[in-house]
């Protein structure tokens, strides 16, 4: 085997195993919180439930608190990769609405949808973690700036449009995650079309009754 592919191979692997570490650590986090409660949950706890050390832990998350939200910066680039694939001249807000919608994004990146919803309930009830899942929006949306930016053509420090649609995408994101953990009844997707559906039609621009 050449020496460059036996190195990519490699680093493939290293990836893999990284990703693999970092799952195992956000899975056992949310299970002992939902087990001990946040308040009680440590790092100690999270680190003997996956075996490692928690100099491990903390090559991986700067805290417990970050250990039990989504992953902005996976999720952005994940997203900003399908953006990129969209067709030029689609309309901007119809963008955002696909990259969102094609596939469940926020579950895509766990384990699945109950344990999405319970890591949704379990960061709407604790205000700690909620300001932890508006920093990792915030992520969401500076990428959201960039790429529409870029298909736009515009700069966006001159440009406002970019922002502006960027922020309704994050607005949309945050109402639909708030809304689906507070009912599970629906898929995510259908309540963010739903979000882009009001938008669309201009319901929230007309007078109220």
Same mark, same amino acid.
């Given at each position: ?6 190195t990519?191979?490699?680093? *493939?692997r ?5 990703a ?11 299970e ?15 680190t ?13 998350f ?8 989504a992953? *902005? ?9 399908? =953006?990129?694939?969209r ?25 699945g ?7 949704q ?7 700690s ?20 930016a ?5 700069? =966006? ?5 970019? =922002?502006?649609?960027? =922020?309704l995408?994050? *607005? ?5 995650? *708030? ?7 629906e898929?995510l ?8 559906d009001?938008?669309?039609?201009g ?5 109220p009754?």
């Open positions: 085997m050449p020496q460059e592919t036996a990519v191979e490699s680093q *493939g290293r990836e893999r195993k990284k693999e570490t970092r799952r195992a650590i956000r899975d056992a986090a949310l002992r919180a939902l087990e001990l409660g946040v308040e009680h949950l440590t790092v100690t706890e999270i003997e439930a996956v075996d490692i050390s928690p100099r491990t832990f903390f090559n991986y700067g805290c417990k608190e970050d250990a039990l939200v992953d *902005g910066t996976e999720l952005a680039d994940q997203l900003r990769e399908r =953006a990129r694939a067709p030029l001249d689609e309309v901007p807000l119809d963008t955002l609405r696909a990259v969102l919608t094609e596939s469940d994004s926020m579950i895509a990146a766990e384990s949808r109950e344990q999405t919803l319970a890591r309930r379990l960061i709407q009830a604790h205000p973690l909620a300001a932890r899942q508006l920093a990792q929006f915030a992520v969401i949306e500076r990428t959201f700036v960039e790429v529409l870029e298909r736009m053509g515009v700069d =966006a420090g001159e440009d406002l449009r970019p =922002a502006v649609l960027a =922020a995408a994050q *607005g949309v994101l945050r109402a639909a995650m *708030g809304r689906w953990s507070a009912d599970g009844s898929p997707v259908t309540v963010i079309s739903r979000a882009f009001l938008l669309h039609d319901v929230l621009t007309d007078p009754g």
